[in-house]
């Protein structure tokens, strides 16, 4: 048993005072109640109110077959007025005793005929809540024992049909309180054999003679039957079965969380957001793009592959540049031997001869 928030508070002021600590048991439960990075999936508690129906009875059997295994059905009737503080209240310490933050209260009387009350808690308090009424059932066993049953554990794929699901935030809140109601474990993968069933809920809206607006959620749910694709491929063909519960269900009234509450129930802790990487983007397509920043180059020091074309290229180049310049000095040798001849009478070769001789040694004679 969960425990509640006096005795939470309790076993706190407890510690600060300088009083003796929990046992390590109690520690250890208190920490897996605390919120979690991941939670896992949500429990629902089935209530029944002062005076349920047959057939309400076996709306909440249909609901505990289709959140199974994280439902529970209680069978004591409670006499609990949800819109009420001290109904609230009760709801708010029977969820946290059974461990649950959905639940569903079911009841039945002359001025609500058919009356059922869903809600769902965030820190043990009352988050939103919406009565509706319901006008047409049809339950699991109606279709007969052909149409194979949901499994348990399976997740369902949700379709919600109609503009007015996007008219409003009430609209949305509902939409979200569904999703939430129904969806089960929290998974990141999925194997196709695990979509056993689809739910598709309708709403429509109307207008009354004393110009009300009545809106009415149509859910019906469908078995998932995989056929061999005929045209060939590993993906198979979705038949699709109808299998109940199927439910009208006419929108009464509703309890919606305040903004600041709202807010803090969908807070996402910062260890869950993706940090945000420089540079890098992502397109229409979902391809991924980066820019890089990188310090200017010099493409003449850059060194590229030495292959024995190019090695051969360089040796080419090297001689080429070496006999021009050899015939560049041999040409400025050439005009300098004539501008020298044109001065002195003779050529420069002549006179470099002569003065080598004279400065040659004579060589001694041999005594």
Request: a positive charge.
């Amino acid at each position: 048993m969960a425990p509640t928030n006096q005795q939470a508070k309790a076993s706190k002021a407890k510690v600060l005072s300088g009083g003796k600590a929990p046992k390590a048991r109690v520690q250890r439960y208190l920490k897996s109640t605390d919120s979690q990075l991941k939670e896992g999936a949500k429990g629902t508690v089935l209530l029944k109110g002062t005076k349920c129906s047959q057939a309400m009875g076996h709306v909440l059997k249909d609901l505990r077959a289709m959140q199974a295994p994280n439902a529970k059905l209680l069978t004591k009737k409670n006499q609990i007025f949800a819109f009420d503080n001290e109904g609230q209240m009760s709801l708010e310490f029977l969820t946290t005793k059974n461990d649950c933050a959905l639940f569903a209260l079911a009841s039945h009387n002359k001025k609500r005929p058919n009356n059922l009350i869903l809600g769902r808690t965030f820190d043990r308090q009352i988050l939103d809540m919406v009565e509706v009424g319901v006008s047409h059932f049809k339950s699991m066993e109606d279709y007969g024992g052909q149409v194979p049953k949901k499994r348990v554990g399976s997740k369902p794929l949700m379709l919600f049909l109609g503009d007015v699901w996007e008219q409003n935030d009430n609209t949305k809140r509902l939409q979200s309180f569904l999703v939430d109601f129904y969806r089960g474990d929290p998974v990141d993968k999925l194997v196709v054999q695990g979509l056993d069933h689809l739910m598709v809920f309708t709403l429509t809206e109307k207008i009354d003679a004393s110009n009300n607006s009545i809106k009415t959620i149509h859910q019906r749910t469908y078995f998932c039957k995989l056929k061999k694709n005929p045209d060939g491929g590993k993906t198979p063909l979705p038949l699709l079965i109808p299998c109940g519960p199927d439910l009208d269900m006419v929108v009464r009234r509703d309890q919606l969380a305040a903004q600041d509450l709202w807010w803090a129930a969908t807070k996402q802790p910062k260890e869950t957001k993706k940090k945000k990487i420089k540079n890098q983007s992502t397109n229409i397509f979902g391809e991924t793009i980066g820019r890089l920043h990188m310090d200017k180059q010099d493409i003449d020091k850059l060194q590229g592959r030495k292959s024995k074309a190019l090695r051969r290229a360089a040796k080419m180049e090297a001689e080429e540049e070496r006999a021009a310049v050899e015939q560049e000095l041999g040409e400025e040798s050439a005009h300098v031997d004539q501008e020298f001849k044109r001065d002195f009478g003779f050529d420069n070769k002549e006179a470099e001869s002569k003065s080598n001789k004279k400065s040659k040694p004579r060589s001694k004679r041999k005594e």
